[in-house]
């Protein structure tokens, strides 16, 4: 003979759209729910739950796309995982949350590698002037800080641009009349030419001040007492380094990105079944045509029940909510236990806090 002993019970609030209420009701019944009502007004705590389900499909979404951003190839993935639609708001969670924390990460690399080629292409920029610089009998000849260095009274600098800006940069220094003084111009190419300049430092800011209108560029030199050849030996080496930091880099990205696209393709999938059935809700919800239904469903149930709902009824959103109601008593028979059978025809029923 069986022992009966109270089910623990959850209250549970059930959205749907009108047309599919006396559904709803019909299954619940039918699953086992206790003292099903319909709730007069739909909860303001309801609507922002759909609000903020949306919100967080957003969020997924946005994060999906910037993932393609930096996905450069194409990758066809398959998505092995069963995912009932009563999970589909947790798996959303789930994914936002993972996702996320993948994402700065990438974010933090993707600036670094930046950083890292901004960095190289301005190093490879300076071995062509240094080169150049190197192959001039004069220029080579001088240390670093004889072309590049700022004094209180008087300045040098080093430019590289087009032919056509060095010369419209001579003739404003021609109609300024400033004094300044060219130690050397020498061709890089037919188009580019670096220009070294010496004079008083108030003159040469005032060409500092010029270049910028005429796409004229500043080479950064340090003004250190170094040859030109010796200097270009460091900045190879720092090349060298920045190529390996940057490969070093580039492949930490694509295994980052490599170890996640399972979970992009399966956001993909879950923020779109998700996304559809919220938007059938907002739909019913703009139009006063959203109801609630609340009721107690056996904890030991729940997870069948609301899988059951999904697939029968669809359009249903279920939440466990606190309520001040005093649960009912359902009684369940788990096992076989015949010494303690008579607690119950002698004392009764328990009630469900018992």
């Not at 708001?89 to 933090?108: C, F, G, H, W």
């Not at 209180?152 to 001579?170: A, N, Q, T, W």
């Not at 060219?182 to 010029?210: C, H, M, N, R, W």
Request: proline share 4%; net charge neutral; hydrophobic share 40%.
């Amino acid at each position: 003979m069986l022992v009966t002993v109270p089910e623990r019970l959850a209250y549970v609030r059930i959205l749907t759209p009108k047309d599919y209420a006396d559904k709803l009701l019909s299954e619940l019944q039918e699953l086992g729910a206790v003292h099903t009502e319909r709730v007069a007004e739909l909860p303001e705590e309801d609507k922002k739950k759909i609000m903020s389900e949306l919100e967080k499909i957003r969020k997924l979404q946005n994060i999906v796309d910037n993932f393609d951003s930096l996905i450069k190839t194409p990758k066809l993935v398959e998505i092995k995982e069963t995912i009932r639609t009563s999970t589909l708001s947790e798996y959303v969670n789930k994914l936002l949350d993972k996702l996320s924390e993948s994402y700065e990460r990438a974010v933090t690399i993707e600036n670094n590698l930046e950083k890292l080629r901004e960095d190289l292409a301005e190093h490879k920029k300076l071995i062509q002037v240094l080169n150049v610089i190197c192959s001039d009998p004069e220029l080579s000849q001088l240390y670093l800080s004889d072309m590049s260095f700022r004094g209180l009274i008087v300045s040098s600098v080093v430019l590289l641009g087009s032919k056509s800006s060095i010369e419209d940069l001579e003739r404003y220094i021609t109609s300024k009349n400033l004094e300044v003084y060219v130690v050397k111009k020498i061709k890089v190419s037919e188009e580019t030419v670096i220009y070294v300049l010496a004079g008083p430092t108030y003159s040469i800011d005032d060409v500092l001040f010029q270049i910028e209108k005429l796409n004229i560029e500043k080479i950064a030199l340090p003004a250190k007492r170094i040859l030109p050849r010796d200097f270009l030996r460091e900045v190879e080496e720092r090349v060298k380094t920045l190529e390996r930091m940057i490969k070093d880099a580039a492949e930490n990205l694509e295994k980052l990105l490599s170890s996640i696209i399972q979970d992009v393709a399966l956001a993909k999938v879950v923020s779109k079944a998700w996304e559809d059935r919220i938007n059938v809700f907002l739909s019913a919800l703009a139009g006063d045509y959203l109801i609630a239904i609340e009721g107690w469903i056996p904890i030991s149930q729940l997870s069948f029940i609301t899988d059951r709902l999904y697939a029968t009824v669809k359009y249903v959103y279920v939440s466990e909510v606190n309520t001040d109601k005093k649960p009912p008593t359902k009684m369940k028979n788990p096992r076989p236990f015949k010494p303690f059978e008579l607690i119950t025809k002698i004392y009764g029923i328990p009630n469900y806090r018992e």
